[in-house]
């Protein structure tokens, strides 16, 4: 029955992996970066956490902090929306929510949607 001319894929075969391939790594070139500047969001928000009197500063001046360490983290396009600080007696909540759009090709975009949220006590 002919098995030794049966010997591996089609030159479409090769196509569809290869195009997957580029697929994918299309996918981590865009976003990866997006979750690299999320990280320094999380550690921005985590940083906080041993602010010395923290809870004692005013919304204004803890959004002022944020701020400054996003942009010395390389984030630029945090929007002001975006930072939502709460400050009930000596507990501050601190939600920084927001999302990012990355153009993948043609007119297919993909949304990347972030929460992280901190609450501060007095220290």
């Not at 865009?30 to 999320?38: F, N």
């Not at 939502?84 to 939600?95: A, H, L, S």
């Not at 990012?100 to 007095?122: E, P, R, Y």
Request: cysteine-free; hydrophobic content about 45%; proline content about 2%.
């Amino acid at each position: 029955m002919n098995r030794h001319r049966q010997s591996g894929m089609t030159g479409t075969g090769w196509l569809v992996v290869l195009a997957l391939i580029g697929f994918f790594s299309m996918l981590i070139i865009k976003m990866a970066p997006v979750y690299m500047e999320h990280f320094s969001v999380k550690t921005v928000l985590e940083s906080l956490k041993e602010e010395p009197m923290i809870t004692q500063k005013s919304v204004g001046e803890v959004r002022t902090m944020i701020q400054r360490r996003l942009k010395v983290n390389g984030v630029y396009d945090m929007n002001n929306d975006a930072i939502k600080i709460k400050k009930e007696g000596g507990v501050m909540d601190v939600d920084i929510t927001y999302q990012v759009t990355k153009h993948m090709a043609g007119n297919v975009d993909v949304l990347i949607s972030f929460s992280d949220n901190i609450k501060l006590v007095a220290n």
